[in-house]
Nanobody, 115 residues
Framework: QVQVVESGGGLVQPGGSLRLSCTAS????????MGWYRQAPGKERELVAD???????VYPDSVKGRFTISRDNAKNTVYLQMSSLKPEDTGVYYC?????????WGQGTQVTVSS
């Protein structure tokens, strides 16, 4: 069984920073992709950032230069450092582990950017 657990969400003012963490447990293979997605109310889930054990990182233009994804392979943990947060960054942030053609999702953590 594979489990994915996120932590670190909360309320932050515009312009502030927040760091999310995600840890995967169970049978984790050395080749995988871990990523962060978010879903705002009434909108579809969208990619925020992902990081592969082999090919590096991917960011959409909406977060480039503001968000940084990193990982600690020894701990099967991925981090998302978010800076210069905007109200439009508000949503539920989900972590996903992809390996051997399967996707494993966490339960999500709420991030609210508001004054």
């Amino acid at each position: 069984q594979v489990q994915v657990v996120e932590s670190g969400g909360g309320l932050v003012q515009p312009g502030g920073s927040l760091r999310l963490s995600c840890t995967a447990s169970g049978t984790i293979f050395s080749v995988n992709v871990m990523g962060w997605y978010r879903q705002a109310p009434g909108k579809e889930r969208e990619l925020v950032a992902d990081i592969s054990t082999r090919t590096g990182t991917v960011y959409p233009d909406s977060v480039k230069g503001r968000f940084t994804i990193s990982r600690d392979n020894a701990k099967n943990t991925v981090y998302l450092q978010m800076s210069s947060l905007k109200p439009e960054d508000t949503g539920v942030y989900y972590c996903k582990l992809s390996q051997l053609f399967y996707d494993y999702w966490g339960q999500g953590t709420q991030v609210t950017v508001s004054s």
